[in-house]
């Protein structure tokens, strides 16, 4: 027997499979027909976008008068004073005097070398505002 060969159950099995396709009920066909070929208006969502694109209006508008203002030499990109503007820092390097732990190396005779830690004083340089 072949694999595509139509066996007797087959007719049945297909018979009783189409007899119980689902159908739908009676009035869904007519109402669904009757909502979506009707000629009526399309309702219209909310514009959404509306305030988004005044919003990038609205930016594009004052990016523009702002370059305006600027190439006209007013405003905040505009250079409206003859004086420079120069950044002057009020801060100093100084020595201060301290105190810290400094290590040193001891060698003895006969004793091998270990490291001892001494109080020295130092001066560290330090910045001043």
Same mark, same amino acid.
């Given at each position: 027997? $072949?694999?595509?060969?139509?066996?007797? /159950?087959?007719?049945?099995?297909? /018979? &009783? &499979?189409?007899?119980?396709?689902?159908?739908?009920? =009676?009035?869904?066909?007519?109402? &669904?027909?009757?909502? &979506?070929?009707?000629?009526?208006? *399309?309702?219209?969502? =909310?514009?959404?976008?509306? *305030?988004?694109?005044?919003? $990038?209006?609205?930016?594009?508008?004052?990016?523009?008068?702002? @370059?305006? @203002?600027?190439?006209?030499?007013?405003? =905040? @990109?505009? %250079? $409206?004073?003859?004086?420079?503007?120069?950044?002057? /820092?009020?801060? +100093?390097?100084?020595?201060?005097?301290?105190?810290?732990?400094? *290590?040193?190396?001891?060698? +003895?005779?006969? %004793?091998?070398?270990?490291?001892?830690?001494?109080?020295? /004083?130092?001066?560290?340089?330090?910045?001043?505002?």
């Amino acid at each position: 027997m $072949g694999e595509h060969e139509r066996q007797p /159950s087959d007719a049945r099995v297909e /018979s &009783l &499979l189409r007899a119980c396709a689902p159908t739908p009920p =009676p009035g869904f066909v007519a109402d &669904l027909q009757r909502r &979506l070929l009707t000629d009526r208006a *399309p309702v219209r969502e =909310p514009q959404r976008r509306r *305030p988004l694109l005044l919003g $990038g209006f609205a930016a594009a508008a004052a990016a523009a008068a702002v @370059l305006l @203002l600027s190439l006209a030499g007013a405003g =905040p @990109l505009g %250079a $409206g004073t003859e004086q420079d503007v120069r950044a002057v /820092s009020k801060c +100093r390097l100084l020595a201060v005097p301290g105190h810290e732990r400094v *290590p040193a190396i001891v060698q +003895r005779r006969g %004793a091998p070398p270990r490291v001892v830690y001494r109080r020295q /004083s130092v001066r560290r340089l330090v910045t001043r505002c």
